[in-house]
């Protein structure tokens, strides 16, 4: 019997710990009895106490940090928080004749950041980080043997977050996290998907399986044996039921139009917070996506229109988040996404009918949808990923059984064991986003849904989440968004 862990309905971010830090910091203009200064040698200690040379000055560091689940079954969840600290320090004075004294040391960065200037001031020049601190390779954590649905970093690890015994300089270190499925067959982590090979070579590895991020060389081109982030398995969300994997794949699927729902809750009709279905460009008004975002809504515009088309009522619902650090000098991220549905093609241009998917982030570079493509009748607007906006590429780069609505229409091999080749689905694609350098808890989140109703199954497949020394830019065609390889 496999393990679940479970969170209560709770539908808000960011409800994780902060560790803050106290530091003595010495007055230069303090008064003193004498022209002496007082020195001060601090050992740092996470408990108990420490004391050191200083006149009369204690400090104290303190953190109350928990989280919480509740078993439910059968709900997957969990959340961590940063581990909590505390401690105190005292000193006793001794003077040192001419140390500290500024009259007599003079300004620490005169001769520029010198390792006395950068411990005395922090920002200046030169003192901080220079160059992108984005991992140059990522530690793997997404063995199919490895995971167990049950944990509830399970699949975060997937996509290659919060692995175990990272930090900052080899992964993604998350917080905050949360899967909230109660269907167990809503999801599942896998090896494959499908029965098609690339280049239909049965030597060759599936169309769908976890995809490695290869290292580059200067001319841009991937360096064989040589990976950022390694990976073994892609993590898939349904709107309907998934199967178990058999060694590792899920392959040989019937057709999802007969998949039904999934048995997540319907109710109540609305995003999880801080998902939000109104637009925030032009300060709330909407009408300027990506421009004068109210740092609260979708910026992009894309979920108000397909949101009130359906009527507001999402069934089948299944969302995750987490939160995390951003490294220094680096302006982005990126994720790698399929899409099938068997909603195409009866559903096209019914847009009561289109499920929904949306990838969400709440930061200072931009927040709002993340999964939104390049309009494919104006290229000057964006909006979002469902059957309808995607008709065109399911027919022109991605695989569609043609011709449309025919009762013997060519079945696109790419999808074959998907339980979509009478439908449509995507190849791979890339999703990218911006975020600030250094910008500390950034949340992000997806979210998927039926709309209006329980009865065509609509797949996604997620992998390979990391960062970018190089962001892309909002509202420029082919930068940010989905990107059609």
């Given at each position: 019997?496999?393990?679940?862990i ?5 539908t ?16 230069p ?5 004498s022209?002496t ?53 005292t ?19 005169e ?11 922090p ?14 390779a ?18 975060f ?29 809503a ?6 998907f499908?029965?098609?090979?690339i ?11 976890g ?29 309907g ?16 139009a ?35 975002c ?31 650090d ?9 994720f ?20 929904i ?26 909006v ?8 065109p590429?399911f ?91």
């Amino acid at each position: 019997m496999t393990r679940r862990i479970a969170l209560n309905a709770r539908t808000v971010f960011g409800l994780g710990c902060t560790l803050a830090l106290a530091a003595c910091v010495e007055n230069p203009d303090q008064e003193t009895e004498s022209d002496t200064a007082a020195t001060t040698n601090v050992e740092s200690s996470t408990s108990g106490a420490t004391t050191s040379d200083t006149s009369s000055s204690s400090g104290s560091t303190s953190e109350d940090a928990s989280t919480s689940s509740t078993s439910v079954e059968p709900t997957t969840s969990g959340t961590t928080a940063t581990p909590t600290t505390s401690g105190t320090t005292t000193g006793t004075s001794e003077t040192t004749e001419n140390v500290s004294d500024p009259t007599t040391m003079g300004d620490p960065c005169e001769e520029g950041a010198t390792p006395e200037c950068c411990e005395v001031d922090p920002e200046f020049p030169d003192c901080a980080p220079t160059g992108c601190l984005a991992p140059e390779a990522y530690v793997q954590c997404d063995q199919f043997d490895m995971l167990e649905k049950g944990d509830g970093l399970a699949p975060f690890n997937a996509l290659g977050l919060g692995c175990p015994g990272t930090d900052a300089s080899n992964g993604v270190v998350i917080t905050d996290y949360a899967f909230q499925s109660d269907a167990l067959l809503a999801w599942q982590i896998t090896r494959g998907f499908g029965n098609y090979h690339i280049n239909n070579d049965p030597q060759a590895p599936l169309l769908y399986n976890g995809q490695s991020i290869p290292k580059l060389d200067e001319n841009d081109k991937p360096i064989e044996g040589e990976y950022i982030l390694e990976s073994d398995t892609i993590l898939l969300l349904s709107t309907g039921e998934l199967p178990d994997p058999d060694n590792g794949y899920i392959t040989g699927l019937g057709d999802q139009a007969g998949n039904g729902e999934n048995n997540n809750p319907d109710n109540p009709n609305e995003l999880p917070s801080p998902m939000a279905d109104l637009c925030g460009s032009n300060g709330g008004q909407c009408g300027t996506p990506f421009e004068d975002c109210d740092g609260e809504n979708d910026c992009s515009d894309t979920i108000t229109g397909p949101w009130e088309e359906a009527g507001g009522n999402p069934n089948d619902k299944l969302w995750f988040e987490f939160t995390a650090d951003v490294p220094q000098e680096t302006t982005g991220y990126s994720f790698r996404l399929a899409f099938w549905t068997s909603e195409w093609p009866n559903f096209v241009n019914l847009p009561e009918f289109n499920d929904i998917f949306i990838g969400w982030q709440v930061s200072e570079a931009y927040t709002g949808n993340t999964i939104y493509m390049q309009d494919p009748d104006d290229a000057n607007k964006v909006v979002s990923v469902n059957v309808t906006t995607l008709d065109p590429y399911f027919a022109d780069g991605g695989f569609a059984c043609l011709p449309k609505f025919a009762p013997n229409c060519a079945q696109p091999p790419a999808l074959s064991g998907t339980g979509f080749s009478k439908h449509a689905g995507t190849n791979w694609l890339t999703v990218r986003a911006p975020v600030v350098a250094g910008e500390q808890d950034v949340q992000f989140g997806f979210f998927i849904a039926d709309m209006n109703d329980s009865l065509f199954a609509t797949t996604v497949a997620l992998d390979s989440w990391h960062w970018e020394c190089e962001g892309c830019t909002l509202g420029a065609p082919g930068s940010c968004g989905v990107l059609f390889e």
